[in-house]
């Protein structure tokens, strides 16, 4: 790859990453006999959707807008499940969507009348909340004591809804084949006698299947042997970060050097506000290409500082083997998934271009960002 082609910053997801996720997730989707979805919330880069519907030709919806471009760019209507509809969006979500599910069941009493004045032509699920979950970090845990989302088992009573067909659980994030392993366990303890009554039952996201060392064999027979004594459930899994995991990064360009106490930071053309805002929410610290990721004494060292106003706009510190200098690009590694979706225009600093790397080596912009983006966001 020609670093000297792209413009910086600039979003740079790779072809053949991307194409070697997408065959691992449709080899699970067919050995698995499930349903396999992208979810919007972690990738929406729809100029590559042409590329993902080779593989996977159906996504998830939590919003009118991801609706739509759910049915216009991926051309199939979107598996939504939004935590409340409203009476101003909810006829647009029906005309966008194949599945809703619905967060409470005061959503579903209130919006089901129109289903059926719709002709019944989406089928309508129910979010549970198993009670159970591994995720540590709080601002991720669905399932965390008092959480808004989904319905606890005494909700429901002894009888389901008439009209919900299936049932919708997230409770993982960036989570093992032995996490879902416990959340079925949870599921069949918590809701088990609904589940020979309903037609799907949709376990979410957070299956990170193409991350290096995840048990892809025993997510497969897990799945199988779950469907087995289940025939009647289609399970759909709806994971996110999984199809964009690791499959490219944010580049950018020391701007200046700064030194403060001896702390030395690198100025740069990006933000971890407005462009890597998951690095300071979660937080973690992103790998940077070629340079040591945790301090090493003797060596240049440098926190990496970004471009908004916001004084914590900072992470660090890395290590290099030469002094950083101005012009130097610094390549923030796996910046594709959640990052792209996520930015904002903060301080009305400007998004970074995104592009493809395809495979004839060619560098392919998908779209630069200028005034009228942000001008248009704001009103
Ligand atoms: C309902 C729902 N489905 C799917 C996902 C995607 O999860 P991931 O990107 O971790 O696979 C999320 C993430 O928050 C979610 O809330």
Redesign the pocket.
């Known amino acids: 790859m020609d670093i000297n082609k792209i413009p910086s910053p600039c979003y740079v997801m790779e072809e053949k990453l991307l194409r070697k996720n997408l065959s691992l997730i449709k080899y699970v989707k067919e050995q698995a006999q499930v349903n396999i979805i992208l979810?919007f919330?972690?990738f929406a880069m729809w100029k590559s959707f042409p590329i993902i519907r080779e593989y996977i030709p159906n996504s998830?919806a939590s919003s009118i807008f991801e609706a739509q471009l759910a049915f216009e760019e991926m051309k199939s209507p979107a598996h939504t499940?939004s935590p409340s509809y409203s009476d101003s969006n909810f006829p647009i979500f029906l005309k966008y969507s194949s599945h809703i599910t619905f967060n409470s069941l005061s959503q579903f009493e209130r919006f089901y009348p129109q289903v059926i004045a719709d002709g019944n032509k989406v089928s309508c699920g129910l979010r549970i909340n198993p009670e159970y979950s591994v995720v540590d970090t709080d601002l991720y845990n669905?399932s965390m004591p008092g959480s808004r989302f989904g319905v606890l088992t005494e909700n429901i009573g002894s009888e389901l809804p008439k009209g919900i067909e299936g049932l919708h659980c997230?409770n993982l994030?960036?989570s093992t084949s032995y996490d879902l392993e416990e959340t079925l366990k949870h599921i069949e303890n918590k809701f088990g006698q609904f589940l020979p009554l309903v037609k799907w039952l949709n376990l979410?996201?957070?299956?990170l299947m193409t991350k290096k060392g995840y048990d892809i064999e025993h997510l497969i027979s897990l799945l199988k042997s779950f469907k087995k004594k289940y025939p009647n459930l289609e399970i759909i899994l709806?994971?996110?970060?999984?199809f964009a995991w690791e499959t490219g990064f944010l580049i950018s360009t020391v701007t200046d050097v700064v030194e403060n106490n001896g702390i030395k930071t690198a100025m740069l053309d990006v933000s971890f506000a407005c462009h890597m805002p998951d690095c300071l929410e979660m937080p973690y610290k992103p790998r940077i290409r070629g340079a040591y990721h945790e301090p090493v004494a003797g060596k240049p060292t440098y926190r990496m500082g970004g471009n908004s106003c916001l004084s914590g706009d900072f992470m660090g510190e890395w290590s290099f083997d030469e002094p950083l200098l101005i012009g130097d690009k610094i390549i923030f590694e796996d910046m594709i998934h959640y990052t792209t979706v996520k930015t904002t225009m903060f301080n009305g600093v400007s998004h970074p271009a995104i592009a493809l790397w395809s495979n004839k080596d060619e560098l392919i912009i998908y779209k630069e960002f200028g005034y009228e983006d942000f001008k248009n966001r704001m009103s």
Do not use: F, I, N, Q
């Open positions: 979810a919330k972690a998830t499940y669905p997230h994030c960036e979410g996201g957070g299956h709806e994971p996110g970060s999984a």
